[in-house]
């Protein structure tokens, strides 16, 4: 018995598992498929960097930085590895078991500190979990650098923290560093838009954020949106790894996040182009057109069509005039082809501006080829309008009447506008027509009377009342509008005091996508916001400091930043809640309010 066991033992457990197996696997053929664990949720964890971080005397070629996690993990964005100071080629990467492996393209500079940093670039291999980011260090000389200094980059127009900029210092204060040089230290934005550029030298550096299109580490204003920040900066922290502020949180810890400290705050903007010339045209109607520009305020000297009179050329600038709108006022028959000459200031090779003169052909695309005609249709004969009136905003801003083409010939006397009561008792209503300043195809109605809840309100134009450039007379038409129903409405009030420059305030949407009103200022008032429903909402308030009536962006080589804009905030919060059936009044000093 002692010889069958010391023989046959062993086999004991293998059998025993051959068994298991072929009675599990009998046991999967079910309808219901076997239950999994619990789903990885853990992000992977790094165990091991090498060179160790800090180390000294590193090689300036070949050098290969391996980051072992305690998982198999990916690469899922290779823009998350960087290297500060950058070179020109980003820096290569590949796996190696559960390690990522990075390496360089170029030779590292002798006697220099620099930071790699995994920042959103890794994720397991399994659920995707991305690992929160790690910095490491090293020189190729025998000391580091030990300062660093932190911040924050957010969107100039909504102050949404921007994720991916490169936040760029350089020693070199002239205002061209940055379009020429790569910076002397950088580092990337995370979801929260902040950053940490550690391990720098103790000196005064210019700084600023870009949105690297093309990840070249150089500013190109065509490209990129652009921060600076107006003074210059020295870091005044030494580095110590226990700091949240030199920390990588995952960026749902929010607590953590926030509990970072930002030493300088910056705004992005894209600025106007600075070159200028005529870049593209199109013939939309048989007598209009438009051409455009690259750069805003476009000045032009004269303009012309070949075998029209100039005084039978009507235009139109849109607000930042960089689109210009062109309509003939001439009943002849219009060629296919119109020969328009325009005269402007145009950005020579020198990056000087200068008068030329253009000759820009404008073809009818939409005429016929050869011999077939398009059928003509009633849309085709006629003078369109637009009416159009919004009835949260009725009572402020009245009724708009807008035009395809600029009007030759209008019976305002015709127009009409009345009010239905809730007995269905309609009476004609006083109210004043003026055009905008801004746009001549476009008319503001404003009614002469109280408006009041029930009653609709009713602006017609009747038939022919108005004739186009074109020769083509209005088909009737009537626009309706009433105040929104509904007991749970409510209104929120802001009154404005220490208004000493001009502003411009919007209402918007929790999304800060949608404008519901618009107020400019310049004086103290109060602002009403009528007929809301109940959600979240929040109020923009934007300085015009040249009195445009624009939200006009900054300039890098003048200086100047975008125009200021401020979120009213509640509670820390840029959005608040207007609960149904409620009356709000808020007080705002905008002067304080608008301090830095």
């Known amino acids: 018995m002692r010889r069958f066991l010391s023989r046959y033992f062993p086999l004991i457990p293998v059998a025993a598992v051959i068994v298991m197996s072929m009675f599990s696997h009998s046991c999967a053929n079910t309808t219901q498929a076997p ?5 990885d949720t853990i992000p992977p964890v790094i165990v091991k960097v090498s060179p160790k971080p800090g180390s000294v005397n590193v ?22 590895i960087y290297l500060s100071p950058p070179q020109q080629k980003a820096p290569k990467y590949k796996i190696k078991g559960k390690s990522v492996v990075v390496y360089f393209e170029e030779d590292l500079i002798p006697d220099l500190t620099y930071t790699l940093e995994l920042t959103g670039a890794v994720a397991d291999n399994n659920e995707g979990n991305m690992f929160p980011g790690f910095t490491t260090f090293f020189s190729t000389g025998p000391t580091l650098d030990s300062m660093f200094v932190t911040g924050s980059v957010y969107d100039c127009n909504d102050l949404k923290p921007i994720s991916g900029a490169t936040v760029m210092l350089y020693k070199d204060h002239s205002d061209s560093a940055v379009f020429l040089q790569r910076p002397v230290a950088s580092s990337k ?19 600023y954020a870009v949105i690297d299109a093309n ?14 920040l107006d003074t210059l900066l020295r870091p005044v922290r030494v580095v110590n790894d226990t700091l949240p502020e030199l920390m990588k949180f995952d960026a749902k810890d929010t607590l953590s996040c926030l509990s970072r400290e930002s ?30 520009f690259l750069a805003p305020d476009t000045r032009i000297d004269s303009l012309w069509f070949k075998g029209f009179p100039a005084e039978n050329v009507i235009t139109e600038f849109n607000a930042p005039k960089d689109c210009l709108l062109l309509w003939i006022n001439d009943s002849r028959r219009m060629p296919d082809t119109l020969k328009l000459s325009v005269k402007y200031w145009k950005t020579d090779t020198l990056g000087i501006l200068a008068p030329v003169t253009e000759e820009v052909p404008l073809v009818d695309e939409n005429k016929p080829k050869g011999r077939t005609r398009k059928p003509v249709e009633h849309k085709d004969t006629i003078c369109p309008i637009s009416l159009t009136a919004t009835p949260e905003r009725f009572e402020l801003e009245g009724i708009i009447m807008e035009f395809a083409s600029p009007p030759f010939l209008g019976y305002f006397d015709s127009l009409a506008f009345y009010s239905i009561n809730p007995k269905q008792v309609e009476r004609d209503e006083r109210f004043t027509i003026e055009r905008d300043s801004a746009n ?38 009537k626009v309706k509008v009433s105040l929104p129903k509904g007991e749970d409405l409510s209104s929120f009030t802001l009154n404005l005091s220490g208004v000493n420059e001009k502003y411009i305030i919007h209402m918007l949407d929790d999304k800060k996508q949608k404008i519901l009103f618009e107020y400019v200022v310049d004086s ?6 009528p007929y809301l429903k109940k959600g979240k909402y929040c109020i923009r308030i934007t300085e015009d400091i040249n009195r445009n009536g624009l939200v006009d962006t900054g300039n890098l080589l003048e200086h100047r930043q975008p125009e200021k804009v401020r979120f009213l905030k509640t509670g820390g919060q840029d959005t608040f809640d207007i609960p149904e059936k409620s009356e709000i009044t808020q007080d705002l000093d905008i002067k304080e309010f608008m301090k830095d």
């Not at 902040?194 to 030298?201: D, E, L, M, Q, T």
């Not at 990840?215 to 600076?228: G, M, Q, R, S, V």
């Open 215 to 228: 990840n070249n580490n150089l500013y190109e204003p065509d490209e990129d949106k652009i921060a600076f």
């Open 263 to 292: 030493d300088i705050v910056l705004n992005v903007f894209r600025e106007r182009p600075s070159k200028q010339m005529l870049m593209n045209k199109m013939r939309t109607s048989d007598r209009s057109a438009y051409i455009t």
């Open 59 to 80: 090689p300036v070629k070949g050098l290969e930085i391996v980051f072992t996690f305690n998982e198999y993990v990916v690469v899922k964005e290779p823009k998350g």
């Open 35 to 39: 239950k999994g664990g619990l789903k």
């Open 440 to 477: 001549l195809r476009r008319y503001v109605i404003t009614p002469d009377v109280e408006i009041l809840d029930g009653y609709e309100y009713v602006f017609k134009v009747p038939h022919r009342v108005f004739k186009d450039i074109n020769g083509y007379w209005n088909d009737s038409t």
């Open 524 to 529: 103290d008032r109060s602002l009403l916001f």
């Open 189 to 207: 934005t995370d979801e929260w838009g902040y950053f940490s550029i550690r391990n720098i030298k103790d000196t005064l550096y210019r700084a």
